[in-house]
């Protein structure tokens, strides 16, 4: 590079030469990679744009789903994922903040911390499906039959990992010098946590919380065989209950052409939904850290 | 951390006179036992699972012992099962997708930790997360409808003509190109597993000293061999720990697959065969299960599929907590 030409003899010349031309070859290769992961990206936003906004009109909100030949739209299914989705992340939210507190505020570096850390990421990454399976196993044989109940408590184990996880994380990013300061003042170790470290680690929470909502609302394994389906409107939790997610499973894999279309519009609608949530999330947890 | 913990035992120790006046201290001890509670429920769900799979599937893993792992016949009119063929169709669409994707993934986290410039570095990065946390079905979906008749008319026609003449690799990319199969599979859970690897090698790639990065340039190295012999030595633990987590995903993955595999239960030499995986066996017969047999056997496919990913994650993170652990506070 900056080395002067002229000391150098031909055979280190073409030595160099073949470095700096491998360099650039890996260095264009690897801008190439990235295009190609971006247009992919890109591709799929369009792709579902295109056949999404072509089933979005008012009875997609208003009418439950159709048998195939008839009108309809996803009313019944929308209401069963705002349902389960609003129940189990409400469940998850006290059980998640609360087990996230423990790790960051009392049990700290500890071994059973460092357990209990390393049982949630496996949680949190565990196959979905095999959460479904679980469920099935203690709710649905439990009660005897599918039901949106044992969708939620899917959804909720889903949702718990994800809210520790952020919330430890955030916690433990409050310098300790405000807990101290609390604590000289005479405060109570619990009011310290919720009036000092709840108040700062406020957004960040949320932000795990808002991210559990998205990763909840897209989920489809886990509810294959814990809330089911159903092709009428419902609100009876104790029933199986349509949802989003396995509609459009169910749809997309149809022969008929009317229900594939409504399977893009429910695809359009979960796609939205859960990449402005975590957008909001990023944005509120950006305005945080810095 | 330690000074916290001693002004919390004084802080607990005030007179008693003030206890009791104040009434303040039933509090501690209650918020205390409640956090620990629910950190608790956090490991009884874990073992909760292993339990209840475990007796779930009792009658088919007494039926069949070991042998359910490598027995290749999945008959329900029999009611004879075993758990090979998904077993390597899980394996084999996992390894597909690591072969795509950490290469891929190792060269976008190159691109935005060596020459991205700085402005652009955040967008970037951001849209890599937005992909991953794009909802499974969505690539299913997409895969199913935009991917496979591409796949059906150009990429696998292609690849019969040239690899399939191959002496040896050449069995691998045999048979009609009909797009569904585990190939196609491969390639979703690639895309899919590629922001995971990418985000997390990003990190450990950051991770590195600027001063061994600065000492290479010195010496005259390119950028290439900055990364290549200097970053990633350096950071190799935690680049293995990111390509298990992907690994971990991608064994998993339910909906994609189920989307564009096929459902086939057949062992076939071709990748562009259709087959099946553990999760997507359960995900299309689990509800039509009919017979004690049958459904333990699928919940046994789950115990197997579940202690895979239990291993291959468990192995990753140790391998991430090491490098956390030379830097510091994760």
């Known amino acids: ?290 | 951390m330690q000074d916290i913990k001693k002004t919390s035992s004084v802080m607990t120790d005030t007179p008693k006179s003030h206890r009791r006046s104040r009434g303040l201290n039933w509090g501690d001890p209650f918020f205390k036992s409640a956090t620990f509670l629910f950190a608790m429920l956090v490991l009884t769900i874990l073992s909760g699972i292993v339990i209840v799979l475990f007796i779930d599937a009792w009658p088919a893993l007494k039926q069949f012992g070991p042998a359910f792992i490598w027995t290749s016949s999945w008959n329900p009119v029999k009611d004879s099962y075993g758990a090979f063929v998904p077993l390597v169709g899980t394996i084999e669409t996992a390894v597909i997708a690591m072969v795509i994707g950490v290469p891929f993934s190792f060269g976008m986290a190159f691109f935005l930790t060596e020459m991205c410039p700085h402005w652009l570095r955040q967008p970037i990065a951001i849209a890599i997360e937005l992909l991953a946390a794009v909802p499974s079905i969505i690539y299913g979906i997409w895969g199913l409808f935009v991917l496979v008749p591409i796949c059906q008319k150009y990429v696998e026609p292609f690849l019969i003509a040239t690899l399939g003449s191959v002496p040896i690799l050449g069995h691998l990319f045999q048979g009609p190109p009909i797009g569904i199969g585990v190939f196609l599979a491969g390639i979703i859970l690639a895309l899919m597993i590629l922001p995971f690897i990418t985000s997390v090698m990003r990190e450990v790639f950051a991770a590195v000293p600027a001063v061994l990065r600065e000492s290479a340039y010195g010496l005259g190295a390119t950028r290439w061999e900055v990364v290549w012999r200097v970053v990633l030595p350096y950071s190799r633990v935690g680049v293995v720990g990111a390509v298990m987590l992907g690994l971990g995903r991608a064994l998993g993955e339910t909906m994609a697959v189920t989307f564009v595999i096929g459902n086939a239960h057949r062992l076939s030499m071709s990748l562009l065969a259709p087959g099946t995986t553990i999760s997507a066996t359960l995900a299309n017969e689990f509800t039509e299960a009919d017979g004690e047999l049958y459904t333990a056997s699928l919940i046994a496919l789950g115990l197997v599929l579940f202690i895979l990913t239990f291993a291959v994650l468990a192995i990753g993170k140790r391998m991430l907590l090491r490098t956390s652990g030379k830097g510091g506070l994760a």
């Not at chain 1, 402005?276 to 944005?283: E, F």
Request: hydrophobic residues 55%; aromatic residues 8%.
């Open chain 1, 1 to 290: 590079m900056s080395v002067p030409a002229t000391k150098l003899n031909t055979m280190n010349r073409a030595h160099v030469r073949r470095r700096l031309r491998f360099d650039s070859a890996m260095t264009v290769l690897s801008l190439l990679m990235t295009a190609a992961v971006l247009v992919t990206l890109g591709a799929i936003l369009v792709t579902l744009l295109y056949n999404g906004l072509q089933a979005i009109k008012p009875s997609l909100f208003l009418e439950s789903t159709p048998a195939p030949g008839s009108e309809g739209g996803l009313a019944n299914a929308i209401f069963g994922s705002l349902v389960m989705t609003a129940i189990s992340v409400a469940i998850a939210t006290p059980v998640g903040v609360m087990a996230g507190t423990f790790l960051a505020e009392y049990a700290r570096q500890s071994k059973l911390a460092e357990f209990v850390r390393f049982i949630n990421d496996v949680l949190l990454s565990a196959p979905s499906i095999i959460i479904g399976l679980f469920v099935y196993g203690v709710v649905v044989l439990g009660m005897g039959h599918f039901s949106a109940w044992a969708g939620i408590a899917a959804l909720a184990i889903i949702a718990v990992p994800i809210i520790v996880r952020t919330t430890e994380d955030m916690l433990s990013l409050i310098p300790d010098s405000l807990r101290e300061a609390g604590a000289a003042l005479g405060t109570p170790r619990w009011k310290v946590i919720t009036y000092i470290s709840y108040r700062a680690a406020f957004q960040g929470i949320l932000t795990g919380i808002l991210l559990a909502i998205a990763r909840v609302s897209g989920e489809t394994a886990p509810l294959l065989f814990t809330a089911l389906n159903n092709q009428f409107w419902s609100t009876n939790l104790n029933a199986p209950m349509a949802n989003l997610p396995v509609v459009i499973f169910q749809f997309a894999m149809s022969p008929y052409e009317d229900w594939r279309s409504l399977a893009w519009g429910g695809a359009l609608l979960i796609t939205t939904a859960v990449l402005a949530l975590n957008i909001v999330a990023r944005l509120s947890s950006k305005g945080k850290r810095s």
